[in-house]
């Protein structure tokens, strides 16, 4: 009995007593988040990339994954660094806005807005420092803002007029952040911005020389990097995590398609607009004037069939582009190949993003190294928003609040120490629980044993008992 109740002691002990202590690992590991701006999910194809293929087979590299609507650099940078879909961070746009005085900022102006970026969703770098860690950013977008008073442990924000394209200046860039930042300062996650090879995408197209030749120094400046983490001593501890904000898709125009342009839409007209976005390329947003609001829908819906006009309560859920005060009534996007004009054609851009994000044009590539990540496993694709709690596990930190999932990218990791831990904890209770076993049986048989001895000595004296005897007392007891 004695040894039943031990062990049951033993198992309430070992499953319920003993918390699981998730975020353990806390300060072991370090995460590079690296983003190369617009880099297509396919840019690896036409292209020779050693180092690329090389990170491939010694970590994890997913087919693609999918960024967030509306796929523009600032808005599905937050959702990396949030793991929430952009009506859920507030960053909408890359452009800052403000419908009263129709006053427009460009994308980096609008790094400079604070209240832009901090609009109640705090990014990882903040999440981790209020947890105990150190975090820094070097010109990632969303890296000048503070938010609720709290800013990175160290920073770098992009100058103004920066030379995006120098491959000198990405090296320096790599050495601060491995040799100064994880080194020496030993914070624990970076996030690192590269504006290529987005801007030549736009400029000469997703299939020009050009861009393959940007996608060769990505990868000479990838080689860069691990080389870098070897030197500093950073191979046991240090994750990194490749990836992109969007792809890049070819826009046609010069007589090769009919384009779109607003102005030219029968029954549409400026005058009934209040404030609008349009003439960055392929999306776009309306706020008519006071009492117009369906005379502008309906003349825009069905002008086009190229694009696509939707009231900001009718917008497809799965898009998770409307349930933001900052979203403006009306909501256009194209198909890849058209721009949205305003009233005129204004834009020259051979390469365009910023489409419907189910598009493959449209899908970043990523990929993954370090201590916790699986070596020469090719996944499925995923979405953007997974890659936060993925971050935050390894970092040992408590996510905040977000739509990601864990599930979407936990079989990219091996065992981490905490599940070593876990595992060794369960090694010792089947070990506990089966020693245990063993002498319950021992005492069972020895009770046993001693009952049948008991009972034969009984017997043997059984004439000098008294009828009816203790046998049945025996039986009970055993
Ligand atoms: C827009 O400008 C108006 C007028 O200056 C101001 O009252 C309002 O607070 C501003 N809104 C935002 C969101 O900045
Ligand atoms: C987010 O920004 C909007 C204005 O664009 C403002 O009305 C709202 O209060 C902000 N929310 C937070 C939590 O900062
Ligand atoms: C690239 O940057 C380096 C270092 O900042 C500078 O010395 C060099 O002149 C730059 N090259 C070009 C082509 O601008
Ligand atoms: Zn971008």
């Given amino acids: 009995m004695l040894w ?5 002691l033993l198992l309430a002990v070992s499953s319920s007593g003993v918390p699981l202590d998730r975020y353990s690992t806390k300060g072991q590991h370090k995460v590079l988040l690296i983003s190369f701006d617009g880099f297509r999910w396919d840019y690896d194809r036409d292209v020779d990339t050693p180092n690329l293929d090389r990170m491939a087979k010694d970590g994890v590299k997913a ?18 660094l949030t793991g929430r879909y952009i009506e859920n961070h507030g960053v ?15 994308y980096y102006a609008t790094q400079f807005k604070n209240e832009w970026w901090d609009n109640g969703t705090l990014p990882i770098w903040i999440t981790a420092q209020r947890q ?11 890296t000048q803002s503070t ?13 103004r007029f920066y030379d995006y394209k120098n491959e000198t200046k990405w090296r320096e860039n790599v050495e601060k952040v491995m040799g100064t930042w994880f080194s020496e300062m030993d914070l624990d996650f970076v996030s690192l911005y590269f504006g290529e090879p987005d801007g030549t995408g736009h400029k000469y197209g997703p299939d020009s020389p050009e861009r393959r030749e940007m996608v060769k120094q990505v990868d000479r400046t990838v080689g860069f990097i691990r080389s870098l983490a070897e030197r500093n001593g950073l191979a046991d501890s240090l994750n990194i995590i490749i990836t992109a904000d969007h792809g890049m ?15 030219r839409i029968p029954g549409f007209s400026f ?44 917008m497809p859920e799965r898009l998770h582009f409307a349930n933001n005060n900052r979203i403006l009534p009306i909501i256009l996007f194209s198909d890849p190949g058209y721009v949205i004009n305003g009233f005129l054609p204004v834009q020259f851009n051979t390469g365009e993003h910023g489409f419907d994000n189910e598009e493959m044009d449209m899908k970043p590539f990523f990929r993954a190294v370090g201590p916790v990540f699986q070596k020469n496993l090719e996944v499925g694709p ?44 369960s090694n010792i209770f089947v070990g506990l629980a089966a020693v245990a076993g063993f002498l319950v049986v021992v005492f069972i048989a020895l009770v046993s044993f001693n009952a049948f001895k008991k009972e034969t000595n009984d017997r043997s004296s059984e004439k000098s008992l008294p009828p009816g005897g203790k046998e049945e007392t025996h039986q009970t007891a055993l």
């Fill in 63 to 80: 087919r693609y994954v999918t960024p967030p609507y509306l796929t523009i650099t600032s808005p599905t940078h937050f959702t990396l």
């Fill in 4 to 8: 039943t109740v031990s062990l049951c």
């Fill in 249 to 263: 898709s070819n826009v046609y125009r010069n007589g090769l398609v009919k384009e779109i342009t607003l102005s």
């Fill in 92 to 106: 909408i746009h890359n452009m800052w806005f403000n419908i009263t005085t129709s006053e427009k900022l460009p």
């Fill in 147 to 159: 938010y609720q008073g709290e800013t990175q442990t160290v920073k770098d924000v992009e100058p």
């Fill in 382 to 425: 995923f979405e953007t928003v997974n890659i936060y709690p993925l971050m935050c596990h390894i970092l040992g930190i408590k996510p905040d609040p977000n739509d990601g999932h864990l599930d979407a990218t936990k079989h990219m990791l091996i065992s981490t120490t905490e599940d070593l831990r876990q595992d060794i904890k």
């Fill in 271 to 314: 005058r009934d607009i209040a404030f609008h976005l349009v003439d960055f390329g392929p999306s776009g947003m309306l706020l008519p004037k006071e009492g117009m609001l369906d005379k502008v829908y309906n003349a825009l819906k069905g002008a086009n069939p190229h694009l696509h006009v939707f009231k900001k309560e009718e």
């Fill in 132 to 142: 105990g860690l150190r975090a820094g950013s070097l010109h990632f977008p969303g």
